[in-house]
């Protein structure tokens, strides 16, 4: 399965899809496949500056370039993969926001990093793919506190006692208004109903291993 953002397919020199396996590959102009870029991801803030297609299991969560025919991917089963363009200066990103990255400041380090090859925040877009919905992401009673903003804002009280339920893809948006884009698409892609993977959906069914991951990915060409 696969998905695309309208507006991001309308620019003509990129190449982008959210795929529900690890599997798939974008496809070049003349529909050969891209060499890709993906990351050993671990919940944090570091963004790395890809200039070649060699570069494989970096630790890291954000990945940015400038340079056209490498497409760079991102692996999730519930958190938010987030893709960035500026069309104008031809400069891209795609970071990993699962609750811990994104309240660290992966999306702001991804951000920075475009910056520093020359985009300008008034000009980049950045398009939120499948990634599990609130009434599914169940969270300890820690989190309201963690989060740190009125509990009504992110959260309602889940079946369990004492624990919530998180609006993960609001407080993911929510952030990237925060930084000043004004091109924000969220294709409201819950993972845990569709054919995305979803670790949550995978352990609700008994299962305590998943072989499978989602891709997304984004390229210049």
Same mark, same amino acid.
Do not use: W
């Given at each position: 399965?696969?998905?695309?953002?309208?507006?991001?397919?309308?620019?003509?020199?990129?190449? =982008? *899809?959210?795929?529900?396996?690890?599997?798939?590959?974008?496809?070049?102009?003349?529909? /050969?496949?891209?060499?890709? @870029? $993906?990351?050993?991801?671990? =919940? *944090?803030?570091?963004?790395?500056?890809?200039?070649e297609s060699t570069l494989q299991n970096t /630790?890291?969560?954000?990945? @940015? $370039?400038?340079?056209?025919?490498?497409?760079?991917?991102?692996?999730?089963?519930?958190?938010?993969?987030?893709?960035f363009c500026?069309?104008?200066?031809?400069?891209i990103g795609a970071c990993h926001a699962g609750w811990r990255g994104a309240r660290a400041g992966i999306l702001q380090e991804t951000l920075k990093a475009m910056e520093t090859l020359g985009a300008e925040r008034s000009n980049i877009c950045a398009v939120l793919g499948p990634t599990i919905c609130q009434d599914k992401y169940e969270v300890g009673p820690e989190f309201p506190e963690l989060i740190g903003k009125a509990y009504e804002t992110y959260f309602?009280?889940?079946?369990?006692?004492?624990?919530?339920?998180?609006?993960?893809?609001?407080?993911?948006?929510?952030?990237?208004?925060?930084?000043?884009l004004s091109q924000i698409y969220d294709l409201k892609c819950d993972t845990f109903v569709t054919q995305f993977a979803s670790w949550r959906r995978f352990s609700s069914q008994g299962k305590t291993k998943m072989d499978?991951?989602?891709?997304?990915a984004i390229a210049i060409v």
């Open positions: 399965m696969k998905l695309e953002c309208p507006s991001f397919s309308q620019i003509p020199f990129l190449r =982008h *899809g959210f795929f529900s396996s690890e599997h798939e590959v974008l496809q070049g102009e003349g529909g /050969e496949p891209l060499p890709s @870029v $993906t990351l050993n991801q671990v =919940h *944090g803030t570091h963004v790395i500056h890809v200039t /630790e890291g969560d954000g990945l @940015v $370039t400038a340079t056209p025919g490498i497409a760079l991917g991102i692996l999730t089963a519930d958190c938010g993969p987030v893709l500026d069309p104008t200066q031809k400069i309602k009280p889940a079946v369990k006692p004492g624990h919530h339920y998180f609006n993960l893809p609001l407080y993911i948006c929510d952030q990237l208004k925060a930084e000043g499978f991951s989602n891709l997304s």
